[in-house]
Nanobody
């Protein structure tokens, strides 16, 4: 089974930009997504990308600040975040879908990384 490893999380200041990466141990043709979970809150969908380059969906509330991209040749996915806010503080996870379509539901994903911590300080 393909395994995922996230990286790039760190402490940043309000207004900063940050790029998270997700490396897969093998190739997958299934959709891949980013989620996050803040302390005491449910896991939140952020963005998803198809294996078809350019087919993506970003949660409406994050459009304009977050961008998802995928490199099938390198088996990687990225999340570019800008204008970061304290409420963006969370553990960020990447995941691979068990369904062929783009989905916002965490129950449609069966492969998860261990997460990377992003902390936005004011």
């Amino acid at each position: 089974q393909v395994q995922l490893v996230e990286s790039g999380g760190r402490l940043v200041q309000v207004g900063d930009s940050l790029r998270l990466s997700c490396a897969a141990s093998g190739r997958t043709s299934r959709p891949m997504a980013w989620f996050r979970q803040a302390p005491g809150k449910e896991r939140e969908f952020l963005a998803v990308t198809s294996s078809t380059i350019g087919v993506t969906y970003v949660e409406d509330s994050l459009k304009g600040r977050f961008t998802i991209s995928r490199d099938n040749a390198k088996n990687t996915m990225s999340l570019q975040m800008s204008s970061l806010k304290p409420e963006d503080t969370a553990v960020y996870y990447c995941a691979i879908a068990k369904v062929p379509h783009l989905s916002r539901a965490s129950s449609d994903y069966d492969v998860w990384g261990q997460g990377t911590q992003v902390t936005v300080s004011s």
